[in-house]
């Protein structure tokens, strides 16, 4: 027996969900719907013993003052620091790792997804593999800041190049971040308006320089007031001193003469 006609109907119209859902895309889109992995493009790195920054590496097309916020972050390092550290700063977060001594630290752009630390991390650890199999450890000890620099900045390029790439999306590397990073459980996120303190005294002195500025002006001003004083003073003393010797020199006058009218001057 045939179905009724609106049972037809109805199979129909599953029959074409069905298609429109599983057989209506074309194959190629398929990609589309696997997940992407978050990323945060490396824009600065650099490799640094204590403050002395040895080497580093900017993305090229990119412009900004983050160098000197970078120095505020490595001036917070103490050789001690052990582990990985992770700074925000607005839009931008700093990620670094201290091995032997040596500072390796980057700086992505956030994109509000905390999982994706991990590629900057792996990124770290590239450098570091990299950085230690060129140099030994007493090269690495002895170097002076950006003396390593012409050698393994293009090198530093080449691997925030790799990892802002879409290659760093492999399954493999994704892997071993996760098991390296525990998803970011050994990384301790902070402000870094936490830590600058020196940043905080920085905009302070400017304000102080400018709070300087204005009492210079001020003492300027109260300099030319005073000299002008001190010379009318001069001036005036002086004038005292003319007119007493004048009075003076009148009265033995007066007195030689036989008084005001000089009298006897005048008979000689």
């Not at 902070?190 to 320089?209: A, M, Y």
Request: proline share 3%; glycine share 8%.
């Amino acid at each position: 027996a045939g179905l009724p006609a609106w049972g037809k109907k109805k199979h129909i119209k599953y029959l074409l969900l069905f298609l429109v859902i599983f057989g209506g895309f074309p194959r190629h889109s398929a990609r589309v719907l696997k997940p992407q992995q978050n990323k945060m493009p490396i824009i600065y790195s650099l490799v640094s013993r204590g403050r002395a920054v040895l080497v580093e590496n900017t993305l090229s097309d990119v412009n900004g003052n983050f160098g000197v916020v970078t120095r505020v972050v490595l001036s917070k390092i103490t050789p001690d620091t052990t582990g990985k550290r992770t700074y925000v700063y607005g839009d931008q977060v700093f990620h670094y790792t201290v091995v032997d001594g040596i500072t390796y630290l980057c700086l992505t752009d956030e994109d509000g997804e905390s999982t994706s630390y991990r590629i900057p991390f792996l990124f770290l650890e590239n450098v570091q593999e990299q950085f230690c199999g060129r140099y030994d450890m007493e090269t690495r000890d002895n170097a002076i800041a950006f003396s390593l620099n012409a050698d393994f900045s293009p090198t530093l390029g080449g691997i925030m190049d790799h990892f802002n790439s879409d290659k760093v999306c492999d399954v493999d590397a994704i892997s071993r971040v996760q098991n390296e990073i525990e998803s970011v459980k050994e990384t301790m996120v902070q402000n870094i308006e936490s830590i600058l303190e020196r940043g905080e005294k920085i905009e302070l002195l400017v304000e102080s320089t400018d709070n300087m500025n204005q009492q210079a002006f001020t003492y300027e001003r109260s300099a030319r007031r005073l000299e002008r004083t001190m010379y009318w003073r001069k001036i005036r003393r002086r004038g005292f001193m003319v007119l007493g010797f004048s009075l003076l020199l009148t009265s033995f006058a007066m007195a030689g003469c036989g008084g005001i009218d000089f009298h006897k001057c005048r008979q000689n």
